[in-house]
């Protein structure tokens, strides 16, 4: 949460408001829903000889001895004792009121794991208050809070305390809404969240499938939901284009293909041409696996938009892609008389002058990358703007984009797979089509693992397939760290196999080289011209040639899951057996070992996208920043499915027969972080 608007400010100095405002703190409201990591049982004492190894239990010791040790590194070493044995507290951070609370004599109950020290049962940095003899135990486990540096748990429990006995707790579901979904009360809810009863079942609250965890986890999805809602609706009273053709170059452009479309391609052209005929903007996102065929889905879509007598413009991530395409969008469009642009960052100042001149008077078909939305980019007339590999874009450049042209359609494309949750969560305010069939003639891809001390069998196996006329991808690996370090690699790889294969042509392709080097290199390997393209990850999205059958992956468990898929797509695209071989080094951690073996049992980009979402959880797959919606703390797309299923249908319902509980509701659950969604 951010900043909860008119919420009432937590009562506390401006230091400790400052701590809390780190993590998302500012305002009672917000205590409210600062919910417990996990909770721990301190409502009864362990005898020390009693204390079962490598589990947590609370002890009431009296401390005997209490000092600090500098060596071999500086700890407090506490001894203490019950009436049935000794243990050792020991310290490696600690203040001076520790030290204090500590002090030879002084009762305390110390929270714990125990452990075998060297002399004997002892606990590190246990969690511990002082106590006088006979002092009762709570009634409740011990809730332990999210918190930070300079925060404690004890602290955050005596704020949140006081929040449950002054703030607001009134109901944002009304109680026919309540009895229908059967969730439990608002307050009742929070209350025992925070302070569960003796006698709870502490598994379930851990596993957050108690009905009060349920509660909480369907209201923020359902202000997500809400939030997004809005956003779709608000998006429907602003106005925008009619594109309806006005001759018939989509037409002419399915005449001269050379192939003819799929069913779901059909399907997705209709569903885009209606809504460019509507007078509110679309915001469509159109999703296929790879070598699903959006592309042409894309031009066909701008070729309404220019018969229309509007501009299109299309923007990806990467020089190299968004080359790609504007080379196979001049293909198709410039014989039926399309004028298309070409606009990059590192055109030269007099073309990139006449290319902005063309994108301001006559050019009907912009193309190209980020630089499209730079300051002193202005369009005549933009219609239509289509951006390829949409999370690789931030919501800002997003919003750049449709400002340039005033409030034109927008077309988002991805070829990494959505899961349907996550798409009900995080898409909900898109309209979603999927390209779910691939077009004929795609040949399916053979996976093999194979460790890096058989690197020479895989250069042979090269070798073999190169001289059956066929062509080889070899990528290097993703070194996040070091720019200069993959270039370095991907130059090292290249000489090697140039020395490997003295008889074939290698060429070398990366993202430091000059646009037309890398436009040259890529042209004579479509060509035919280099038998092994050398390559960093700039060839993961858009490259098509379809002689290139093999695809060899160096330091492959260095990749996420979606780039294994993406360039293991780059092959098959012809009528030859392809293969994807996946070179790794040991020894593995048991995430990348997942992955590969996810990556080798699977070919259907949705269930790899389903088993990625599964290891990585929902902020790392759509991250915040590329997809503006914020990010759920409690709920969990994968086990909350039907939450969400129940949540979006209730959204729409709460917000038009409810709108002043809608606006508590949210609130309460997002705080400001609504603002992303309304631009």
Not at 169 to 195: V, Y
Not at 550 to 563: D, T, W
Request: net charge negative; hydrophobic share 40%; aromatic share 6%.
């Amino acid at each position: 949460m951010s900043g909860s608007g008119t919420s009432v400010p937590i009562r506390a100095s401006d230091v400790l408001r400052k701590k809390l405002a780190k993590i998302g703190l500012y305002s009672e409201a917000d205590l409210l829903v600062h919910l417990p990591l996990r909770y721990e049982d301190e409502t009864q004492i362990t005898r020390v000889i009693d204390a079962p190894w490598g589990e947590p239990v609370q002890v009431e010791v009296v401390v005997q001895t209490s000092e600090i040790q500098y060596r071999p590194r500086r700890q407090m070493i506490v001894k203490a004792a019950d009436h049935s044995g000794e243990i050792t507290l020991r310290f490696f951070s600690f203040y001076p009121s520790h030290q204090a609370t500590l002090a030879e004599g002084k009762r305390v109950r110390a929270f714990g794991e125990v452990r075998s020290g060297f002399f004997g049962a002892e606990m590190m940095h246990p969690r511990f208050h002082g106590v006088d003899e006979g002092d009762p135990l709570p009634e409740g486990l011990t809730p332990v809070y999210p918190t930070t540096a300079g925060v404690s748990s004890n602290t955050l429990r005596k704020l949140i305390a006081a929040a449950l006995g002054e703030g607001d707790l009134a109901d944002t579901l009304d109680e026919a809404l309540r009895q229908r979904l059967k969730l439990p009360g608002l307050a009742r809810t929070l209350r025992f969240l925070h302070s569960p009863t003796i006698g709870t079942e502490v598994d379930a609250l851990h596993a957050r499938n108690h009905p009060a965890w349920r509660r909480v986890k369907f209201d923020e999805v359902l202000a997500q939901q809400m939030c997004l809602r809005r956003a779709y609706l608000a998006r429907r009273e602003q106005g925008a284009p009619v594109l309806v053709a006005q001759d018939d170059l989509g037409a002419r452009l399915l005449d001269q293909l050379p192939f003819g479309l799929t069913g779901a391609q059909l399907r997705a052209m209709a569903e885009i041409a209606g809504d460019l005929s509507q007078p509110y903007p679309m915001q469509r996102l159109l999703q296929g696996d790879v070598g699903a065929g959006k592309t042409i889905v894309a031009a066909l879509a701008a070729c309404q938009a220019i018969s229309a007598g509007w501009q299109a413009a299309f923007m990806a991530p990467t020089e190299i892609l968004a080359e790609q395409h504007c080379l196979k969008l001049k293909d198709w469009l410039e014989p039926l008389g399309v004028r298309v642009a070409w606009l990059s960052g590192s055109l030269k100042t007099k073309a990139k002058r006449e290319q902005l001149a063309a994108t301001a008077a006559e050019a009907q078909l912009v193309v190209g990358t980020h630089a499209l939305i730079q300051d002193g980019v202005d369009f005549a007339k933009l219609g239509l703007a289509i951006v390829d590999e949409q999370h690789r874009f931030g919501v800002a450049q997003r919003l750049a984009l449709r400002k340039k042209g005033g409030n034109p359609h927008q077309l988002m494309m991805s070829a990494t797979p959505i899961p349907r949750t996550l798409a009900m969560s995080y898409y909900a305010d898109l309209d979603v089509t999927v390209l779910d069939e691939l077009p004929p003639g795609r040949t399916p891809i053979k996976t093999r693992l194979v460790a890096d001390n058989r690197r020479d069998d895989v250069v042979g196996f090269a070798a073999k397939h190169i001289e059956e006329g066929r062509q080889v991808y070899w990528v290097c690996p993703l070194i996040e760290e070091s720019e200069a370090l993959q270039l370095q690699t991907a130059e090292d790889t290249y000489e090697q196999l140039s020395i490997d294969l003295p008889a074939l042509t290698v060429g070398l392709v990366h993202g430091r080289l000059k646009a037309d080097e890398k436009q040259a290199t890529m042209a004579a390997f479509a060509a035919g011209e280099i038998d092994v393209l050398v390559a960093t990850t700039v060839i993961e999205v858009g490259v098509d040639v379809p002689n290139a059958s093999l695809m060899v992956i160096e330091h492959a468990e260095r990749f996420g899951l979606s780039q294994l898929h993406q360039l293991r797509g780059r092959v098959g695209r012809g009528a030859h057996e392809s293969t994807c071989i996946l070179i790794f080094a040991g020894p593995l951690s048991e995430t990348a070992r997942l992955r590969l073996k996810i990556i080798f049992e699977n070919t259907d980009g949705f269930e790899i996208a389903r088993q990625d979402l599964k290891l990585r959880g929902p902020g790392e797959f759509v991250g915040s920043r590329q997809s503006g919606v914020p990010l759920l703390r409690y709920a969990d797309l994968e086990l909350d499915a039907d939450l969400v299923e129940m949540a979006r249908e209730v959204a729409e319902e709460v917000l038009v027969n409810h709108p002043e509980q809608a606006d508590r509701h949210l609130k309460r659950w997002l705080g400001s972080r609504e603002e992303l969604l309304k631009s």
